[in-house]
């Protein structure tokens, strides 16, 4: 059944919305994927926080013209399906990029990151990055290593010094003080002699 021309209004207008939110969308040919498959990765999507839709190529055209999206225009043909991001640029690539891999049905076709265009091959270079919050994790790993190695090695010279160390003995600072206090007392007879 043809949509409506209010219908097809408001799809115009939540697509306008979509976009102009987006920090990153993916477009991908969905053909061949079964309703299992499709379930699984837009579960997976959604816990991503990532809008999956499927639109009309004529209304995203329409929605979209005159603006920077334009674009993706010559990658509209057939079956569209937009995967869209508010937050983490990359997760859209990232999990269809993955789905594509497990199931080897679908296909990227185009999308764009942070207002940049990529074509199929450099949305599937996007997908290899790991996400921000993996490569927060490399970055504090990579920080924390020589400040660990630093303690560690600091440690290591602590300990060598204290083993370098001479043993003093105890008893040896008394003695001292008692020869000498009777070496005094010598010299002062000495004296007392000589006068």
């Known amino acids: ?37 499709a379930d699984a990765m837009r579960k997976e999507l959604r816990e991503a926080e990532v809008d999956y839709s499927v639109f009309k190529n004529t209304l995203v055209k329409e929605a979209l013209k005159d603006t920077d999206f334009s674009e993706m225009f010559d990658y509209l043909k057939g079956s569209s399906a937009f995967a869209i991001s508010y937050e983490d640029p990359t997760s859209p690539a990232r999990i269809i990029g993955n789905t594509i891999k497990q199931i080897e049905k679908m296909s990227l076709k185009c999308g764009f990151i942070e207002g940049s265009f990529f074509d199929s091959e450099g949305i599937k270079q996007m997908a290899a990055l790991p996400s921000k919050e993996e490569l927060i994790a490399k970055l504090i790993g990579s920080m924390n290593a020589p400040l660990t190695n630093l303690v560690r090695v600091l440690g290591q010279v602590s300990e060598k010094v204290e083993d370098a160390k001479p043993e003093v003995n105890e008893e040896a600072p008394a003695e001292k003080v008692a020869e000498s206090e009777t070496a005094g007392e ?6 007392d002699e000589a006068e």
Request: aromatic share 4%; glycine share 4%.
């Open 186 to 191: 010598g010299e002062e007879a000495k004296e």
């Open 1 to 37: 059944m043809p949509l409506t021309k209010e219908q097809k209004q408001k799809q115009i207008s939540d697509i306008k919305d979509k976009f102009s939110r987006a920090k990153a969308a993916v477009v991908v040919d969905y053909m061949g994927i079964t309703v299992s498959e």
